[in-house]
C-alpha cells in the first residue's frame, strides 16, 4: 500500500497517511496509520497469509486488528514483555527463528508513541 491511498474500510473509505508492509515468512503483516473522521491517527495491524484450495486456487486469509493511539503504549510494553520473556525462556528457538529470518524486517514499536 502506498502513502496517501484511499481504501474503502467498513463501507467507508479511509485515507492511508503511512503504511510499511513486512514479510515474514508465510505472512504479510502491513502496518497502516489512519486517520478519523476528527483527525485522530489510529494503526491497523493486518495479517495476511495465502491459503490454497483443493482445485488450485487462492485466496488470502487475513485478520486485522485496530489499535487506538490511547493504546499504544501498553500494547508496545505487553508486547515486549512477552516477547523478552519467550527469548529468555526458550533462547534456542529465538536463536533458530533469528538464523532463519533473514528477510524479517525490524519493526520497532516505539516510533508509534505519540510524541509530546
Do not use: C, W
Not at 491497523?44 to 485466496?59: A, C, L, P
Not at 516477547?83 to 514499536?109: A, D, G, L, R
Amino acid at each position: 500500500m502506498m502513502e496517501g491511498f484511499d481504501k474503502k474500510e467498513n463501507g467507508r473509505v479511509r485515507e492511508e497517511i503511512f503504511s510499511k508492509s513486512v514479510r515474514a515468512g508465510k505472512r504479510t503483516y502491513f502496518f497502516d496509520v489512519k486517520a478519523t473522521k476528527r483527525n485522530d491517527y489510529y494503526l491497523t495491524i493486518t495479517e495476511s497469509k495465502k491459503r490454497y484450495e483443493q482445485d488450485g486456487k487462492f485466496h488470502y486469509e487475513k485478520h486485522k486488528l485496530f489499535l487506538y493511539k490511547e493504546d499504544f503504549e501498553k500494547f508496545a510494553e505487553g508486547l515486549t514483555e512477552v516477547v523478552e520473556y519467550i527469548k529468555k525462556n526458550q533462547p534456542e528457538i529465538m536463536e533458530k527463528v533469528e538464523s532463519e529470518s533473514s528477510e524479517f524486517t525490524n519493526v520497532e514499536f516505539e516510533d508509534l508513541k505519540e510524541k509530546k
